[in-house]
C-alpha cells in the first residue's frame, strides 16, 4: 500500500521532544511517511538547559528540499527556519510543490526561551509563507507579532488577531491557546475565514509539554495528506496533541517531552468543538 508522503521543513531537536523529530514521529503515528529538509540543529547545554542554535549551509538545505519534492509529497509544514533567506527558500519551495496542503508552524522562540530567534523573521513569514497556509498555528505570543496585536489575552482578543492574520493570506487560522489562556479548559481558537469555532478540552496539571507545537502542527499535516478537510484536520490534531500532552513524562531535570504515541495507546480526551 503507498503511503501519503509528508515533509517538514524544520529543526533538529537534539533531545528528541520536538523540531523534526516530533514531526517524524507524529507522521508515523498517522500512517504517513515523512521527510525532512533539516534547517538547523538545536542543542541543549547539559547544565541548565539553555538552547543553542546552529544553522545549517542553504545550499545544504535546498538539496534537501529539492530530494523531498522529487518524490512528489502529499502535504508539508514548516517549523524552526532561522534566517530571513530560509523563510524564503521554504515559500519557494512550497509553491512550487504542487501540493495546497501547507500547514506553517511560525516558530519564533525555542521553549524555555524567550528570545525571538530574528526579529526580521516575522516580516519574511507574512510575506513567503502566510500566503501559501491551508492552515497556520501560532501560539498565543506568534499570533501577537504576525497579527501586530500584541499577545493575546483572551478570547475576543484572539478572535481580532485569528482575522488580521487571515487578511494577510492564511486560508485558515489556528491560535493555540491551551493552558496558557485563562479558561477554564484548554482553549484553541480556529477561524475558517467565516465562522470562529473553540477547541476545548479538560487542561493537564502538568509541565510535560515539549513539542506540544510541533505535534499539532505535524498531525494537522499529516491529516491533510490523508485527506480531511482542515477543520477535521485540526479537530483530531487537538486530541492528538491533548492525549499526548496528558501522557507527558520527565526526559531528565529540565524537560517533559510529550508522549506522541499516546492516542494510538491511551485513546484521547474528549474536545469539544463550539461555533463562537
Known sequence: MALKKTLTIAGSDTSGGAGMQADLKTFQEHGTYGMVALTVVVTMD?????????????????????????????????????????????????????TSNVVIDPVMVCKGDDEVLNPGNTDAMIQHLLPLAAVTTPNLFEAGQLAGTGTPKSIDEMKTAAKKIHELGAKAVVIKGGKALATEKATDLFFDGATFYLLESEKVASTFNHG??????????????????????????????????????????????????AKSRFGAPAVTVTEI
Open 46 to 98: 547539559p547544565n541548565g538547559w539553555t538552547h543553542n542554535v546552529t544553522p545549517l549551509p542553504t545550499e545544504l538545505l535546498q538539496k534537501q528540499i529539492d530530494t523531498a519534492l522529487s518524490t512528489g509529497i502529499d502535504a508539508v509544514k514548516t517549523g524552526m527556519l532561522s534566517t530571513e533567506e530560509i523563510i524564503r527558500m521554504a515559500g519557494e519551495a512550497i509553491a512550487k510543490s504542487g
Open 212 to 261: 506540544a507545537g510541533c505535534t499539532f502542527a505535524a498531525s494537522v499535516t499529516a491529516n491533510l495528506a490523508n485527506g480531511l478537510s482542515v477543520k477535521e484536520a485540526v479537530i483530531e490534531a487537538k486530541e492528538f496533541v491533548s492525549a499526548a500532552i496528558a501522557h507527558g513524562w520527565a526526559l531528565n531535570d529540565y524537560v517533559g517531552p510529550v508522549m506522541h504515541g
